[in-house]
């Protein structure tokens, strides 16, 4: 499906609310709701350069900006890519700034990004290239071979004003005052008003063709008249500007017959259809930017997509474990299987891929990363790769910096097998302005000076190595990846865990963070990798006045300002922080105990008898303790004894609580029972009794919501911990 609503520029923060142009832009969610209606596989929305930032009313009444209205209606389908981009430099022949979007529905999710479907980086054509082959015309005339290349007629004296411009003057730059674009009051000349220095301007030949409007059979109006001949551009040369194929028909008759008609046939035709013919085409998108948007939805939909199944299949079938097999089997079928479906495959053949806590970065996540990468103005650009894999960023990387003159790709894995596999999979396909140099090291042990992006999947793996140089707490590779790539970038786009926001692991990393300047965080949940139960997220560095955070699960998307975020009176940064939140912070009193959480209590040493295991469900939703058939665990003192939870046996100043779980309660333990890991124990920092009040409180709805969005709406990182075990307090009130 494709839509190119009109869309009435106003921004959300000028906003007046005028009926006409809330009229307009409803066009724009009537075509949202015809996407939500028909479910195209794949969608293409075009529009003005600001139509993403463009205010729309939406069905609820609400002012929000385009882009918001459609990611909330549309991104739980569909994976989108969005940007502003000037046709002139993906083929068309004449500059077109404008937004493009293509939507491309979640059941290609795993197979491809929405980016890989925009048009192709060329070179721009000058105004000569495009229409230098086409006859002069003198005053009225029509071209015998092409009844479309005439020239059109204006008032005779206003061609005093244009005939000695040069290439790239205006009439308003003559000298004489007669020359200049005027009108006759009484007996005097008053002059017209230039706004723009556009209006009865000669175009240049050796320059790229000016964007065509809708009135481009005006002299008066922007960029239309040629560059040798006393006219605006003629319809021949207005196709030729927007790439319409000479074999369109904009009338009945076939090109010949209009050929052969007489003067006056001709003028009483082109007097009747002119004006349509001329704003359809100023209204209309370059065909050569659609038609490479369908070529490749079509080679798309023609190869073969190989789903999570098949590929195991595929790899116990042919042995795909051994290298040289599986190089064998791409070479094979590289033209034939998707790139998308053979990188799956090979990372998920390489027999080292749970050793070097590898996994596959899924299209959809290099999508969501590569719409926030920074875009450079300078004639080169160096980009690391630091654990490239088999190339999932690759396809992304050569699609976004596509204009750059020259990208320097180094490409770093610390596996020679996947370094040759990325080597059959692209080596095609490798765009002119990027030169590739594949390393086989470890990043860590990489020297180079500055570089100006990197972007990757780190391994996610652990490491007893202790490196110089990084925060001291780091036992994942996974942070120390993202400190050396935060020293060595100007800018950093890493996969992390999520548990980079909360835990006390990642609390310098954090810090260096903040210095460095946060752009957005994408959060992925457990989305990130097929059969691996990780949250993700995404980390963009960058200064910015707002930090986009967004969840992909939740399709929730919010600024916030830094400061707000990294609010030191909070353990770690609160991401989806709001003004419910707000509220119930400062309504409680928080960091009013440790935690200790027992790791010695394992299945293998409970009984049927003895001292009571209080585990997690034996805590019910309202903060009692109750027993559970068939679960309630026991432990023999003897074996208690020398493990540590045992000097907790008859304590009963400390508070229990239920680990991972969004339904948080709270009790104070009594003497006589112990508790396993799946229940941390809350130690107060001072003396403190918790009334029945405090305690129903922690079981509440309301502490359950703000719970939620403390913990960053994580799912599988939800232990009690000393950094969240902060957010069980106490109501200041009581």
């Not at 370094?419 to 086989?440: A, S, T, V």
């Not at 799912?715 to 009690?720: H, Q, S």
Request: hydrophobic share 35%; glycine share 4%.
């Amino acid at each position: 499906m494709v839509a190119t609503p009109p869309c009435q520029g106003m921004s959300v923060a000028n906003h007046k609310k005028k009926n006409d142009e809330i009229k307009r832009n409803s066009l724009v969610i009537e075509s949202v709701d015809l996407i939500k209606q028909i479910k195209p596989r794949f969608f293409i929305l075009e529009n003005v350069p600001s139509f993403y930032k463009t205010g729309c009313i939406d069905k609820n009444d609400n002012l929000l900006e385009i882009g918001t209205m459609i990611e909330q209606n549309l991104s739980g389908d569909y994976r989108l890519y969005d940007e502003v981009i000037n046709f002139k430099n993906f083929g068309a022949n004449s500059s077109r700034t404008r937004t493009l979007v293509i939507g491309v529905c979640k059941e290609f999710k795993d197979f491809t990004s929405a980016l890989e479907f925009f048009p192709d980086f060329k070179e721009e054509k000058t105004l000569k290239e495009v229409i230098g082959s086409l006859k002069p015309l003198s005053w009225g005339e029509y071209d015998s071979a092409d009844f479309y290349h005439s020239f059109r007629t204006y008032p005779k004296h206003m061609q005093e004003w244009i005939k000695d411009l040069k290439e790239g003057q205006s009439a308003f730059e003559n000298t004489e005052l007669n020359k200049k674009p005027h009108r006759i009051v009484g007996n005097k000349i008053v002059l017209n008003i230039s706004k723009n220095g556009d209006k009865y301007k000669r175009q240049k030949y050796h320059s790229v063709a000016p964007c065509i409007h809708t009135r481009n059979d005006q002299m008066a109006s922007q960029n239309t008249i040629h560059p040798k001949d006393d006219r605006v551009f003629s319809i021949r040369e207005l196709m030729l500007l927007m790439n319409i194929p000479s074999r369109f028909r904009w009338l009945d008759l076939e090109l010949q017959e209009l050929n052969a008609l007489n003067q006056q046939e001709k003028e009483k035709i082109s007097k009747q259809n002119e004006m349509n013919i001329r704003q359809s085409i100023g209204e209309a998108v370059p065909t050569i930017i659609f038609k490479q948007i369908a070529l490749k939805i079509k080679n798309f939909m023609s190869q073969i997509h190989l789903s999570y199944k098949e590929i195991i299949k595929f790899i116990d079938l042919h042995s795909l474990s051994e290298p040289q097999n599986l190089k064998r089997f791409i070479l094979e079928n590289k033209n034939k299987i998707a790139r998308a479906s053979l990188v799956s495959l090979a990372e998920m053949a390489n027999s080292k891929r749970i050793e070097k806590s590898a996994y596959f970065t899924n299209p959809f996540i290099v999508n969501e990363i590569a719409k926030l990468l920074p875009s450079f103005k300078q004639e080169s650009v160096t980009i690391i790769e630091p654990s490239v894999g088999c190339g999932n960023f690759l396809s992304a990387l050569f699609k976004k910096y596509a204009s750059v003159k020259k990208v320097y790709l180094k490409c770093i894995d610390i596996d020679k097998n996947s370094l040759e596999i990325l080597e059959i999979l692209y080596k095609d396909c490798i765009p002119n302005n990027f030169e590739i140099e594949l390393i086989c090291t470890d990043f860590l042990a990489y020297e180079c000076g500055k570089v100006d992006l990197i972007v990757g999947n780190p391994p996610f793996g652990k490491t007893h190595e202790r490196f110089k140089g990084y925060s001291l707490g780091l036992t994942h590779l996974a942070g120390i990846f993202l400190e050396k790539s935060l020293k060595l970038a100007n800018f950093t786009a890493m996969v992390m865990p999520k548990s980079l926001l909360n835990t006390k692991e990642y609390a310098e990393t954090r810090t260096k963070l903040e210095k460095k300047g946060v752009g957005a965080i994408l959060d992925f949940g457990e989305l990130g990798f097929k059969g691996v139960l990780v949250e993700t997220i995404a980390i963009v560095t960058q200064k910015s006045k707002e930090i986009l955070a967004r969840s992909l699960p939740l399709n929730l998307s919010i600024k916030q300002k830094p400061s707000y975020i990294f609010d030191k009176q909070l353990p770690y940064w609160v991401i989806y922080r709001n003004a419910f939140f707000d509220k119930v912070f400062h309504s409680m009193q928080f960091g009013l105990f440790e935690v200790f959480r027992d790791r010695q209590i394992t299945h293998s040493v409970l009984v049927k008898n003895g001292i009571r295991v209080i585990k997690s469900r034996n805590i019910d939703e309202n903060g009692k303790i109750i027993s559970v058939e068939n679960y309630d665990s026991y432990i023999q003192k003897e074996v208690l004894n020398p493990f540590k939870i045992a000097s907790f046996l008859d304590r009963d100043d400390v508070y229990l609580t239920p680990n991972m779980t969004y339904k948080p309660r709270i009790l104070k333990k009594e003497k006589g029972y112990v508790v396993n890991g799946s229940v941390a124990i809350l130690i107060p920092k001072n003396p403190i009794s918790l009334s029945k009040k405090q305690c129903d409180y922690i079981s509440s709805v309301g502490f359950r919501d703000f719970y939620k969005i403390a913990r960053n709406y994580q799912t599988r990182t939800l232990n009690i911990d000393s950094m969240s075990c902060f957010w069980f307090g106490v109501l200041k009130d009581s």
